[in-house]
């Protein structure tokens, strides 16, 4: 390790790990991919799921496609120019249809699904598979064991994606639980990517399905809270409502403030930049009473060129830029 | 069992049973199905091959779509209107793609894969994919073991469809063998449809490739050979040229007669009645000469009302209707 690792030479492209979920970590690997040379992302997997026997990954495919330009700009998941024939037989054969599956992600998961079964490491097959669609940044599941979220809500015990897709995340969350995290070790490359930084970035990803299962595999948040890298997170809390999908009704639901500072709260010791939206400039002072700096912006990512905007602002705020 | 599947009852439908491959055994089977109401069809199981971790059986398939009358009607395989993003896909991601796998039959292929996986046996994972695209014959693997026909060129061994698709059959065959034949046992159904049919009809199936495997199997000739159904067969040569594929080139390579009288040699036995077409008429009497009764007729199947034609005549020769 040279001395610029340890810490950043202004002008330099800096090394920025990005910890990240789905669409909303995707949008800003994406943009921090067009600004720096040496990027990891480092990504949830406990939404993983099998269907059909297919071993389905769906944060890691979304920012797969994403980095690759072929993301699907509609959705943000999934993949442009989509068809799903595959997903229409299905159900003629008399199979659930819940998850949307599309026949170009379909020979994603086939292909998966076979290198995983002949005995591969999840790290190894979704370097393989990034590689082969052009993506540069080092993509990585935060583990390659098998962690899985579980969802409490007062109909029951959910599965994440039942509660996600299957259920639209309607039910209220009580309680969440990550099978498998006791067990889980980093991915080959987790840890030395939080160690090596100049930047680490907190995507604006739901801080307790996306971010936080990829903190409580064991070693991350020591990892995180031990770097010397600079560390700075984007709130996916904006005039106290979420960004996209169910982050702000669990705050709510878990008995945590719905706003950018229930964010820094649940962040503290993990973060040194907070990026909050302007229309949330009056919690800037409360979260700097946190020890957390703040940089205000515009945190909402309008479209591919914002997302460039963004990942520079957060950059400069780190000194990296 | 009752008297009349020991004697059929002119007048009543009789108990049909077919030996068939892909595409020329799917149209019989098909013009089989319209005429009577209990039909089985054993279909050859050696051509299987595992792509991309997917158990892919294409003569079940082809006779299950054909069938359940989705197949396409242009090539006789694969299933109509079917689109191929999934394989464009596999293509970006690197992968092979000299077989075409459609959208639609991915599915089929997924969904078999996942349930042999669970352990199931292929004759029940082809019952309940057959029931759920309405199919009322009952469809047979000819075993559920693992058999695959092993080709010998000048080129060197290869698997059948790295021969029959990769290559399109462009090699000489200077030998077949069936690799796992000797421990495959007849899946469950099979020897019990021979012994209990009023007739058996051998499909216009390739004889080496195509019905030869379903012979292969322990105990299969045996039950041909002895049963006390009617055994009607449709020479797949006509005016010495396959109908479809390389059975006559195989006859060929393999030292046959390259007509309809080579192909009642190899059947000689276990044949009561062989359909000629018009075409090969001379060819009766040598046939005869073999012990086995000859009907001249149109064997061609030219549309789909022409395959109930032709199995009308195939049940009428074997008295059955």
């Known amino acids: 390790m040279t001395g610029s690792q340890d810490q950043h030479v202004p002008g330099a492209s800096p ?9 909303g970590g995707a949008k800003l690997a994406q943009g921090l991919a067009r600004c720096v040379e040496d990027l990891t992302v480092v990504v949830n997997t406990a939404d993983d799921v099998e269907l059909y026997g297919l071993a389905i990954s769906p944060d890691l495919d979304t920012v797969m496609y994403t980095l690759a330009g072929v993301a699907n700009p509609a959705t943000g998941w999934g993949v442009i120019d989509e068809t799903y024939e595959a997903l229409g037989a299905m159900q003629r054969l008399g199979e659930p249809t819940w998850f949307t599956l599309g026949d170009r ?15 591969r490491p999840l790290s190894a097959v979704t370097a393989e598979l990034a590689a082969a669609l052009g993506v ?24 994440f994606q039942e509660y996600f897709v ?18 889980a070790r980093p991915a080959p490359g987790v840890l030395a990517a939080l160690a090596d930084a100049d930047v680490v970035v907190l995507a604006p990803s739901n801080p ?3 971010i936080g299962p990829v903190l409580a595999v064991p070693g991350v948040r020591a990892a995180l809270a031990g770097t010397r890298a600079r560390r700075v997170g984007v709130s996916p809390i904006v005039a106290g409502d979420a960004l996209k999908g169910p982050a702000a009704d669990m705050l709510r639901g878990l008995g945590h403030e719905v706003s950018a500072l229930g964010v820094a709260r649940l962040y503290q010791g993990l973060l040194d ?9 009056e919690l800037a002072a409360p979260i700097e009473d946190l020890g957390i700096e703040v940089l205000v912006t515009q945190a909402v990512m309008q479209g591919p060129e914002d997302r460039e905007r963004l990942a520079r602002e957060l950059l400069v705020a780190a000194g990296a830029a």
Chains 1, 2 share one sequence.
Do not use: K
């Open 15 to 23: 090394t920025v790990t990005v910890l990240a979920g789905g669409v």
């Open 105 to 119: 992600d379909l020979a994603t998961h086939v292909l998966r699904t076979d290198r995983l079964r002949q005995g």
């Open 136 to 159: 540069r940044a080092r993509l990585l599941p935060m583990t390659d064991d098998r962690v899985a979220t579980i969802v409490e809500t007062p109909a029951g015990t959910l599965g």
């Open 166 to 183: 299957a259920r639209r995340h309607q039910d209220e969350v009580v309680g969440l639980t990550f099978d498998g995290i006791d067990a």
């Open 208 to 210: 307790f399905v996306s």
């Open 273 to 281: 930049v907070l990026c909050i939206d302007e229309q949330d400039r």
